[in-house]
């Protein structure tokens, strides 16, 4: 819509009485949109992708943070600018393309942190504007109509994706999940409304009650999740096609009926698969030792169901999940999530049903770590305390070396630490 509002105004504003040639005139309109939008996609793709992380790094090496921070915005702020001018793509487009291409630097958390003041700042701005926008009047003016906008976003919307998770055979639950959590609008209907407003498409009025509309629902949406709960039990009572549906198995959520029995019993419970969870499953796997993932990403259960690797979707804090790894029979569970607020959860599901067994957690703070290990009796690993660790290994290593064989130097190597 970002890309086929502006076209699509200039050929209806200037629409005459040959609708032949409207007709024509609005088709050529849109294939060249579309094939400049095609271009820009393309050089983004291609030629942004290289050629941004490769400025980034030559800027970081300077040393000059400020420099960084200039470098990061005026990249973000000229390829919006430049999709505008060249391309006839959209700014929030364009700023959206920038986003993606700054992403693929290896520098992409760096220059997050650099620019969330002024992400902050401007988001302020944008949510302060769009406020401005909003006429309460349209409240007591147009109150039917405000209602009418309400119920298609919170009950139209969250019907359609209802009926949708329904179709692809999900349970209940997470029908009524994803439903009540598209039961909003927000950041892109205020844009598009701004650029409807900008060509004429959208009356006042309508800018109004579309507003209203976000308003409502952004208020209301919370209310929607705690209503989830009591809503199902309700459903459960009075609904036998319910509880039918309550009753579908998602097929992530469980091991294959063809899974090795070797995955079965002793194996290793691996929960997360991260940047830490892939090291560990890839040390596993060259040692020749049965794992199950746990994960609650479902583009990379079934990427790793498709490697022939046994894997689970679901949170692991829910005792299913961790049923479903075959936890009751495991010699391990491995717990390599960056978050620890719910790790004592699983534990004491993994001890309940299985008291024997060994579990192995990371933290990030000396203190938490502590404290894990004491009530849980696990082995826990602290980030700082490995990498340094392997740091001082590896300089006794070479100091020793030197002293045995004389001053030397070695190739510059990347020692990667959890």
Avoid at 178 to 191: K, N, R, W
Avoid at 286 to 309: C, M, S, T, Y
Avoid at 391 to 397: D, F, G, K, Q
Wanted: hydrophobic content about 55%; proline content about 4%.
């Amino acid at each position: 819509m970002l890309v086929l509002l502006p076209p699509l105004a200039g050929v209806l504003g200037g629409a005459g009485a040959d609708a032949n040639a409207d007709a024509s005139g609005l088709l050529k309109t849109l294939g060249l949109t579309l094939l400049q939008v095609g271009g820009f996609v393309v050089l983004m793709l291609v030629v942004g992708r290289r050629v941004f992380p490769w400025v980034l790094w030559q800027v970081a090496r300077t040393g000059s943070r400020e420099l960084f921070t200039l470098c990061v915005v005026a990249a973000a702020v000229g390829i919006a600018f430049g999709s505008a001018a060249l391309f006839g793509v959209s700014f929030a487009l364009g700023a959206f393309f920038a986003g993606m291409v700054m992403r693929e630097s290896e520098f992409s958390h760096r220059a997050a942190q650099e620019s969330l003041p002024l992400r902050d700042a401007f988001a302020v701005l944008f949510f302060v504007s769009v406020g401005m926008l909003f006429n309460p009047a349209v409240l007591w003016d147009r109150p039917l109509q405000v209602l009418a906008v309400v119920a298609i976003i919170m009950v139209g919307k969250t019907l359609a994706a209802a009926a949708l998770v329904l179709s692809f055979r999900y349970p209940l639950n997470t029908a009524l999940t994803v439903s009540a959590s598209l039961a909003q609008i927000g950041e892109f209907s205020f844009i598009l409304v701004g650029l409807g407003a900008s060509l004429g498409l959208l009356p006042a009025e309508g800018t109004s009650l579309v507003l209203a509309g976000a308003l409502i629902s952004m208020a209301l949406n919370p209310m929607l999740f705690h209503a989830i709960a009591p809503l199902q039990g309700w459903l459960r009572t009075r609904s036998a096609l319910a509880r039918r549906l309550e009753e579908r198995d998602d097929p992530l959520a469980e091991l294959p009926m063809t899974t090795h029995a070797k995955f079965l019993a002793h194996q290793v419970v691996l929960v997360g698969y991260g940047k830490v969870g892939r090291r560990l499953a890839a040390a596993l796997a060259a040692n020749d030792i049965p794992f199950v993932v746990a994960e609650q990403n479902r583009e990379l259960v079934e990427a790793l169901r498709a490697k022939g690797i046994a894997a689970v979707f679901g949170d692991a804090v829910e005792p299913a999940v961790l049923i479903q790894a075959h936890i009751a029979r495991a010699a391990m569970l491995v717990i390599a999530t960056p978050d620890t607020l719910k790790v004592r959860q699983m534990i004491a599901t993994a001890r309940l049903l299985n008291p024997a067994i060994e579990t192995v957690i990371r933290s990030h703070n000396e203190q938490e770590a502590r404290l894990l290990e004491e009530e849980n009796g696990s082995t826990v690993f602290l980030a700082e305390e490995a990498l340094a660790q392997a740091m001082v290994r590896h300089v006794l290593e070479r100091a020793n070396d030197m002293a045995r064989h004389g001053t030397a130097t070695a190739p510059a190597r990347l020692h990667e630490s959890g």
